[in-house]
């Protein structure tokens, strides 16, 4: 099993920046990628960006949201971010943190951090 906790979220102004951070717990070997994805109100939930454990650190956007945002790893700390830039009110949603691996085709998810973006 493998535990995800979110950290990061909260009220931020139109046009402004958040980092978020994921710590993974538990049987941290079998991760393979990471990710985040949102789910806004009345939406399905949407992958923002996700990045490869492996040394290749292989990443991938969402186009909504790949010109101003990063997603990077500390391995060494189990914890993964999402640098969000140039925040929009359509950026609100709650953000989760995403496990995955390959070999099982198994996945964990984190609760969940509210983002707000509102003046």
């Known amino acids: 099993q493998v535990q995800l906790v979110e950290s990061g979220g909260g009220l931020v102004k139109p046009g402004g920046s958040l980092r978020l951070s994921c710590a993974a717990s538990?049987?941290?070997?079998?991760?393979?990628?990471m990710g985040w994805y949102r789910q806004a109100p009345g939406k399905q939930r949407e992958l923002v960006a996700a990045?490869?454990?492996?040394?290749?650190?292989?990443?991938n956007y969402a186009d909504s949201v790949k010109d101003r945002t990063t997603i990077s790893r500390d391995n060494a700390k189990n914890t993964v971010f999402l640098q969000m830039d140039s925040l929009k009110p359509e950026d609100t949603a709650v953000y989760y943190c995403?496990?995955?691996?390959?070999?099982?085709?198994?996945?964990?998810w984190g609760n969940g951090t509210l983002v707000t973006v509102s003046s």
């Open positions: 990045i490869s454990i492996s040394r290749s650190g292989i990443t």
């Open positions: 538990g049987a941290i070997s079998s991760i393979d990628a």
């Open positions: 995403n496990a995955y691996n390959v070999l099982s085709d198994s996945e964990y």
